[in-house]
């Protein structure tokens, strides 16, 4: 960056303008109180407005009235403001009171006014292995000779062999305390740059998007060519980097077994005994948690992208409507306007409300021809009843799915996910086949729920004459929705 960039940064920079600004210690203290520090978005402007009571009471119990001397509600109209762009305001669908999260760039600058205090602690070892262990991912996984990747593969196979024999020959060797602390720290400084990111991920959509919007209501061609200009622009959004990037984190966090796998290690690690001591260890626990809100925030600013563009072409389509109306309209009037007295000479010329017959005369056309009649043998012969089996026309069952939901729902009730052999064990099959068929059409059509052709289960059930029939199946799991 030069000179010019960097002086227009400081003029137009909403995070600049909040370093400069005169109140800026209340703000940066509020949002890390109210936003960053409960990690908290989508708040409601009348409890923002009774966080920042709080803060302006013991502020004017300590400084005097005059300290702050404008209500909580102009403090947060005046950060909200176009020109600051500190907060951002906005409204859900449905509701009535203005809802406000902080923006990229006053996040950006309450992280580095928290940085100022310096720490206690620099993670190093951490962060050297974390770049290690990226660049090996980049440079391994963009090889494409095979003899390569092969030779780093069994490699990766000697050390793992070899770290076994050690282990078998008792040489365990385990984290020291400070080695713990600096991947600890690292965990952590990571999992909170993520929850930001979202932030910025999110912004960058919007923006996207106004360029879309703002294409639209400039345009002036055909509701074909706009059509195609909306696909093409919600494409780019969907296949930009920012949106492949994304959509790879949500594939990943949706995985119930990579879920599963992480709310398992983040449980391990806070019973690891050189840890004890450490600030916010059971918070991490909560990571996974943290991380689903903000990102379905960010796929419902996606979803509403789509709904608004969708609202400005029916818009579009409305006033071309009302234009062709109006023409309408016009040739009428013209035409009550001429009745009585019409122009003279050719006023209009139509078509000739006849039938050309110069290519083809009437008698040349062929005369009328009866289809044949085809003959059928329709000789039934007449069945005994008594060979006729006709119990399976009063066999026939309905499945009722409302009840395998509930099912679901009872044993999702106590954990995040279940497999459909879990889920039967606590509610057996009544119906055999059938239920289970009804089981997969359930996990097909919902978001919850993922199908493993991979890997296969064992369900069983009972007959009526008391036999047992059993099926093997894909593994079917059953996920608690967020």
Do not use: C
Not at 166 to 174: E, F, L, N, Q, T
Not at 422 to 429: G, K, R, S
Not at 457 to 470: F, V, Y
Request: glycine residues 4%; proline residues 4%; hydrophobic residues 40%.
């Amino acid at each position: 960056m030069d000179y010019y960039a960097i002086s227009s940064l400081r003029e137009n920079h909403a995070g600049w303008s909040l370093l400069r600004a005169q109140n800026a210690p209340l703000a940066v203290s509020f949002f890390i109180k109210a936003f960053t520090g409960p990690n908290q978005r989508d708040i409601g402007r009348q409890e923002l407005i009774d966080h920042l009571d709080d803060v302006l009471f013991g502020l004017r119990d300590v400084f005097g009235e005059d300290k702050f001397p404008r209500p909580a509600s102009e403090y947060l109209d005046d950060w909200a403001a176009p020109e600051r762009a500190w907060l951002r305001k906005y409204y859900v669908p449905g509701q009535d009171e203005p809802r406000y999260d902080l923006t990229a760039a006053a996040e950006d600058v309450v992280h580095w006014v928290e940085s100022l205090r310096g720490r206690d602690f620099v993670a190093t070892q951490s962060r050297l292995t974390s770049i290690f262990a990226v660049l090996k991912a980049l440079v391994q996984q963009s090889e494409t000779d095979p003899e390569v990747r092969l030779a780093e593969l069994q490699r990766q196979r000697d050390g793992i062999d070899a770290e076994m024999q050690r282990i078998r020959d008792g040489s365990i060797r385990v984290m020291t305390a400070p080695e713990a602390l600096d991947h600890f720290q690292q965990l952590t400084s990571l999992a909170k740059d993520l929850l930001s990111d979202f932030r910025e991920v999110e912004q960058n959509f919007r923006k996207l998007d106004r360029q879309v919007r703002e294409q639209i209501a400039t345009w002036d061609g055909s509701q074909g060519e706009l059509l195609e200009t909306i696909f093409a622009n919600q494409q780019d959004i969907s296949s930009s980097l920012q949106g492949r990037t994304f959509q790879g984190f949500w594939d990943y966090l949706m995985s119930p077994q990579l879920r599963t796998e992480l709310k398992d290690l983040l449980q391990r690690a806070t019973r690891i005994e050189t840890l004890a001591g450490a600030e916010n260890l059971q918070t991490v626990t909560n990571l996974h948690q943290d991380w689903l809100p903000a990102v379905e925030q960010t796929q419902a600013t996606v979803r509403q992208l789509s709904q608004q563009m969708r609202r400005l072409l029916d818009d579009k389509v409305f006033l071309e409507n009302k234009r062709i109306m109006r023409l309408i309209r016009s040739i009428e009037t013209g035409a009550l306007g001429t009745r009585d007295a019409p122009p003279s000479g050719v006023f209009m010329e139509i078509a000739a409300p006849s039938v050309d017959v110069a290519a083809a005369l009437p008698f040349e056309r062929p005369l009328y021809e009866p289809s044949r009649k085809v003959m059928v043998d329709d000789d039934v012969v007449a069945a005994d009843d008594a060979d006729v089996d006709a119990g399976a026309l009063f066999s026939q069952f309905h499945v009722d799915t409302e009840r395998l939901k509930s099912s679901v729902d009872d044993v999702l009730a106590g954990t995040e996910q279940a497999t459909l052999a879990e889920i039967t064990d606590a509610h057996p099959l009544q119906q055999g086949l059938a239920e289970i068929v009804a089981y997969y059409q359930l996990a097909s059509e919902s978001e919850w729920a993922s199908i493993h052709p991979e890997t296969t289960q064992q369900l069983s059930w009972s007959l009526p004459d008391g036999s047992i029939r059993e099926a093997t199946i894909d593994q079917i799991i059953f996920v608690r929705p967020a």
